[in-house]
């Protein structure tokens, strides 16, 4: 009346255990790699990002009859032609990074622009600030309308 029951072939609890394991070890070894990646890709671009901001400002500092820096990134993406796009000049954010108006100085002769991370070490782990000067640093301190701190290369 019974049966023998066919010889199935399967995975056991066991092997399925090990094999979700494994993979649980690799995503643990992974995803902080990734994450990090993420994160100096967000500064590459916050840096890339102040430095067309620097190169924007002296354009249009050339540009005027009496030569004087923009007070605000509005000014730059609202110029015609516009010297950046709407995502830098309206939004102020890009990539992890919320960019600062320009603070102006000694008559408009002088700027800097700061770019902090909007949510630290998340989405960008250091500060960036760009002046006149066209230097970029690092952990940026602003002292007397100047940047200061540990320039990037």
């Keep these: ?72 990134l509005s000014d730059l993406s609202g110029a015609t032609p516009p010297y950046i796009d709407s995502v830098l000049g309206v939004v102020k954010q890009k990539q992890g990074y919320t960019f600062i108006d320009p603070s102006t100085g000694s008559g408009g002769n002088t700027y800097y622009i700061t770019a902090v991370p909007v949510t630290a070490n998340v989405t960008g782990s250091n500060s960036f600030c760009v002046d006149h000067t066209g230097v970029l640093y690092t952990t940026a301190s602003v002292a007397s309308g100047a940047c200061s701190g540990t320039p990037v290369s």
């Design 1 to 72: 009346m019974f049966s023998k029951m066919n010889n199935k072939k399967g995975f056991t609890l066991v092997e399925i255990m090990i094999v979700v394991a494994i993979i649980g070890l690799l995503a643990a070894i992974a995803i902080p790699n990734l994450l990090r990646a993420r994160l100096n890709a967000n500064e590459s671009a916050a840096k890339g990002s102040l430095r067309t901001l620097s190169t924007a400002m002296e354009s249009y500092r050339a540009a005027q009859a009496t030569p004087a820096y923009p007070t605000a």
